[in-house]
């Protein structure tokens, strides 16, 4: 039994050899920061009254949807054998939109603890993170959590671990996060089996950038994972890959709340605060040194997570352009995913091209901009990135249909993902046949264990961004599970569907697609604006149209009633107060040639059809 | 005059109007509605203000409601005089409802005494009250035009019993002719009111109904389309899938039918949903709420007007009583329109209109409408080019767009 440290170590102070930094890595869901919880309380950083559940998970949206987006690191005190230990830990995320969260964290730790739900058994994004985790030489604990559920099946499960990562299933900790079982066992077996961080606390600093926040009142807020050397308060320090140089106005550690301290020595993790006001001067991945005693070379590149699909954000009343160019302005501050670029659509006015890592990035940004800003915005349908090449050899890069070009067109790549699908062998059919639709390619099937397969498929990206994963769901009765990542990209037969309203073309609802599901994307969207766009005054022809050629048609009738049969002495104020209504709603309408379009018709044409808001939460 | 009351400002207990309406005052015309909030049954479909019940106890049951309505008169003509309001005789009285001739004619008389001692009435005056087929007897209707009452509207809404049973409506078609003959005997004016588009009404049905209607040879028409009101049976009929909904395609076509059987009967439209044999026959309490005239309702959630400021009475009875127990104004809220929402006001009435609207008195934005509601054939060329807006039967169909497109901007 290992109580809570009686003396805490001293950061910039402390011996390498009692320093273990590991993060918790797992499928989403599985129970990362609900473990964090009990590490934060056992170890005693957080008090007793102030624990609440998911500590670590501050940001309104992931305590609302109850998923952890950005990684956080927590120094935590602990004693074995007599001897007063410095733990780093790093819970992060599960969704595959935020693997990049994963990956920068992983580069800061020696260990990983890989969390599996006891009910759950291996999924997708736990095989996704392992192999992270073993390409950065980590040393992996295997854990299975929430063995207090009565449908927790730890012995199966043990052993698909152990066969997976080698050792025995006896190997396998069980814990509950819920309840607190194995945990402290947990704490004693990362001390005993991780390794302790090396480095030369002689040579020039070196300290890696595994995180950059911005704060309103701090500024950006740079995480660091020491390597060599020692940084202190007050000293100038340097990024290698700019040769910027910033005053260092304070150091410190998490405990979860910062602790300003002397410094930070070798294998320690940390916060800088230099007074930046933009995390792109703190770039993750880059290396700290300082400036009186530089390194010369530095800890080898993060890669910037590169945006995978876009979509046009347009603000719902144009006098809010501004408001939503700042917002996203101080977004890409905090969030060095997202990148954004000015655009225009005819029919929805001023707005922004945004690239996003995934479909929960894009929805979750949304929000947020609309929560924090009080905005109403329209998303255009997602995008891939797209590669034309002219016949003149000019190669353009098309994010926007609409930017799409019109004919002379020597040939057009698209992103690819090799994806993984692990699931009950017996939905394999239904998978193959999924992913065949999606114009995949088998890579290859393994099975983990009797039950169970891992299904390797090459897809577009554009074919599976979108409803892939929910229908991947629904054909697998909740027991698939998925992860991807880019895989480079090739030429394909895309075409560019437009859809007219009475002849004019709407910008907005022009989508890029293959040239077999062309005509089922015409239909779908002449139907849904069918529904979606009330009766006019004459008759409305909608229509999808490859080029010049019509593919699809609709037709809107013209309406023939629109007035109200009584309007007596009583109706008088009613009536009135409805035409004022009536005119304030024709404010909102866009104009597309004559057809008065509801901006509501635009956001439900170009949402998909099931309300995406909990099934994305997967 | 559906039962829910707007949001307004607060009456004040006096009653006392804003200066606003006594503006011009002498100039406008002066009428009184009577709502008589009873019936025997409530139809599906109805939204009025209307109870089934005899007792409501408190001055509001049917036997006092004569005395009620009467001490409202008063108070009436002491608050526009004490508001500035000239004393102008009534151009036109309407009773309404509910089922005003569930009361004894003798009340109804009462309440009309009331208000000619409080008034006076005009030489030719309109005395309207509207009644049910089966809520009148030879004699009652004698003893209305003997008290003064000059015009009878019914509720036929069909000739078609399955019609008549969706509707609710509890008299049987033969009653119509009866009533309408025992009137014309007693010397009243007749109108009949028709409702198309209740579901299940076949096109034969309602041209049924259009041809039945005129073969009483009344005066004038009063054509609806039904309107499924929030709340209702019928809503709520619809809504659970036991009657098929109403469609305004549907709506329009029966609209076209009647229009043509009207008018080759020789029933002119003045008004959207009304026809009359000669302008005469219209109704003109009607026309006066469309032109802007002042009017005071008596009775429970009743409305009235002066001069650009409305008010409207509590809705239930027994409030309604119990105020004027106390010596209080049963209005309830009311609304003083400025100018840009009287003007607003006044192009959505008089667009209904065969009379039609000055162009010339309409904003740019209004006129700049014009040639293009000319080119899609909603409003007649040949109006037009004498400045005014007359709508064309398919612009009376669409006569809510066309209103929207005149709006300033
Ligand atoms: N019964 C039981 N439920 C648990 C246990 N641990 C976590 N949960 C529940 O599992 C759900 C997910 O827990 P989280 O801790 O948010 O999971 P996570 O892995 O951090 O999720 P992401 O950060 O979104 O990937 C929550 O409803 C927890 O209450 C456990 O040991 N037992
Ligand atoms: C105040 S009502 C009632 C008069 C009388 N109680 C009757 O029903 O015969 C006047 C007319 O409004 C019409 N009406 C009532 N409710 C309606 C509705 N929901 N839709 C269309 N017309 C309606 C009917 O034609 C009715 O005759
Ligand atoms: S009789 Fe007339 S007022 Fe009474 S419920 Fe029926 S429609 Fe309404
Ligand atoms: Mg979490």
Not at chain 1, 77 to 97: K, Q, R
Request: charged share 25%.
């Amino acid at each position: 039994m290992s109580p809570m440290a009686r003396t805490a170590t001293v950061p910039a102070a402390t011996d390498p050899a009692v320093i273990r930094n590991f993060c918790i890595i797992a499928h989403i869901d599985h129970g990362k920061s609900t473990l964090a919880d009990r590490m934060l309380q056992l170890t005693g950083v957080v008090e007793q009254r102030a624990m609440k559940a998911q500590y670590l998970d501050r940001m309104d949206i992931e305590r609302e949807r109850g998923i952890t987006i950005k990684s956080q690191a927590v120094r935590l005190p602990w004693e074995l054998d007599g001897v007063s230990y410095a733990l780093n830990m790093i819970d992060t995320p599960g969704h595959v939109d935020f693997t990049y969260e994963v990956s920068r964290s992983l580069a800061a730790c020696e260990g990983a603890i890989l969390l599996v739900d006891a009910a759950q058994g291996i999924e997708a994004q736990t095989l996704a993170n392992l192999y992270l985790a073993m390409e950065n030489n980590l040393t992996i604990i295997p854990v299975l959590n929430k063995i207090d559920l009565p449908a927790a099946q730890p012995e199966k499960y043990a052993a698909e671990l152990a066969n997976l990562i080698g050792g025995e299933p006896e190997d396998v900790l069980m814990v509950s996060g819920k309840t607190g079982v194995g945990v402290e066992a947990l704490l004693d077996k990362i001390v005993r089996d991780l390794p302790a961080p090396v480095g030369d606390p002689t040579a020039p600093a070196r300290a890696m950038i595994f995180d950059s926040v911005y704060d309103s009142y701090r500024g950006v807020v740079t995480y660091v994972r020491v390597v060599d050397g020692q940084l202190s308060p007050r000293e100038r320090i340097q990024m290698m890959s700019t040769r910027a140089t910033h005053e260092l106005l304070e150091i410190g550690v998490s405990s979860p709340e910062p602790v300003p301290t002397k410094g930070l020595g070798v294998g320690e993790v940390g916060y800088l605060i230099t007074g930046v006001k933009d995390v792109r001067q703190s770039k993750v991945g880059d290396t700290v040194t300082t400036l009186h005693k530089p390194a010369t070379k530095s800890l080898g590149g993060y890669q910037d997570p590169k945006p995978m699909v876009f979509s046009g954000l347009y603000p719902l009343d144009g006098t809010d352009y501004p408001v939503l160019r700042d917002a996203l302005e101080k977004f890409t501050l905090n969030d060095a995913a997202l990148v954004y670029e000015p655009e225009t659509s005819a029919a929805l006015g001023f707005g922004f091209r945004v690239g996003f890592l995934g479909l929960l990035h894009l929805e979750i940004t949304r929000e947020r901009l609309e929560r924090e800003y009080n905005l109403d915005l329209i998303s255009t349908a997602p995008n891939v990135e797209y590669e034309v090449t002219l016949e003149d050899k000019k190669v353009l890069k098309v994010t926007n249909p609409s930017e799409y070009p019109v004919g002379k067109i020597a040939e057009v790549r698209e992103p690819m993902v090799s994806a993984t699908i692990l699931a009950p062998t017996e939905f394999v059919g239904a998978i193959m046949e999924l992913c065949q639709q999606r114009r995949g390619v088998m890579n290859g099937m393994d099975y983990l264990s009797e039950d169970r397969v891992e299904i390797r498929y090459r897809l577009p990206l554009a074919e599976i961004v979108f409803d892939f994963f929910d229908i991947l769901k629904s054909r697998t009765r909740g027991y698939g599970s998925l992860d991807w990542k880019a895989d480079g990209d090739q030429v394909s037969d895309l075409v560019k569907v437009d859809i007219l309203l009475q002849g004019e073309q709407v910008d907005a609802f022009s989508a890029i697609t293959h040239r077999d599901k062309a005509y089922a994307y015409g239909v779908m969207m002449t139907g849904k604006l069918r529904e979606l766009i009330p009766r006019q005054q004459f008759e409305v022809p909608i229509q999808a149209a490859i080029g010049a050629r019509i593919i699809a048609r609709e037709s809107i009738r013209a309406i023939r009633k629109d007035v109200l049969a009584k309007c007596y002495g009583g109706d008088i104020t009613r009536k009135r107060k409805l035409l004022e209504k009536q005119k304030e709603g024709k404010k909102r309408m866009k104009m597309v040639g004559r057809v008065e379009v509801p901006q509501e018709a635009f956001i439900a044409a170009l949402s998909s059809d099931e309300s995406s808001k909990d099934k994305s939460k997967k | 005059m559906p039962s829910v009351l707007p949001l307004g400002d607060p009456a004040p207990a006096d009653g006392i109007l804003p200066a606003q309406a006594a503006v011009g005052a002498d100039s406008r015309p002066f009428g009184l509605y009577a709502h008589i909030p009873f019936c025997a049954v409530r139809c599906g479909y109805c939204d009025f203000n209307t109870y089934t019940a005899r007792e409501l106890g408190g001055g509001a049951s049917q036997d006092e409601y004569a005395a009620t309505a009467v001490a409202e008169v008063r108070l009436a003509a002491r608050v526009l005089a004490d508001s500035g309001l000239p004393a102008r005789p009534m151009s036109t009285v309407f009773f309404g409802g509910g089922t005003p001739t569930l009361l004894p004619a003798r009340d109804l008389t009462t309440i009309l005494r009331a208000a000619v001692e409080a008034w006076g009435l005009q030489e030719g005056a309109e005395v309207t009250t509207e009644a049910n087929p089966d809520s009148v007897t030879r004699d009652s209707l004698q003893e209305l035009a003997d008290g003064g009452f000059t015009r009878v509207s019914f509720g036929m809404q069909s000739a078609v019993p399955h019609v008549l049973r969706v509707l609710d409506r509890t008299h049987r078609p033969e009653r119509v002719p009866q009533a309408v003959a025992w009137a014309r005997e007693a010397g009243l004016a007749v109108s009949v009111d028709l409702i198309y588009g209740t579901p299940g009404e076949s096109m034969d049905d309602w041209e049924t109904s259009v041809r039945t209607a005129l073969s009483y040879e009344p005066d004038h028409i009063s054509a609806y389309a039904l309107i499924v009101e929030e709340g209702t049976k019928l809503a709520a009929q619809i809504r659970r899938g036991q009657v098929p909904a109403i469609d305004d395609d549907d709506h329009a076509a029966k609209y076209t039918l009647a229009d043509g059987l009207f008018a080759a009967a020789g029933l002119h439209w003045y008004e959207v949903s009304n026809w009359a044999r000669t302008p005469q026959d219209a109704c003109r309490h009607n026309l006066a709420y469309w032109q802007g005239a002042d009017w005071w309702g008596i009775g429970p959630g009743a409305h009235s007007h002066a001069g650009g400021v409305r008010w409207w009475n509590v809705k239930h009875p027994t409030a309604y009583a119990g105020r004027l127990q106390h010596g209080q104004s049963p209005a309830a809220g009311r609304e003083t329109l400025d100018a840009p929402t009287r003007e607003m006001e006044r192009i959505m009435l008089q667009t209904r209109l065969a009379e039609g609207i000055r162009i010339s008195s309409l904003g740019p934005a209004g006129r700049r409408e014009v040639p293009l509601l000319i080119a899609q054939e909603l409003i007649q060329p040949a109006a037009a080019f004498r400045d005014l807006l007359v709508l064309t039967l398919k612009g009376r169909l669409l006569a809510d767009a066309v209103v929207r497109r005149l709006l300033p901007d």
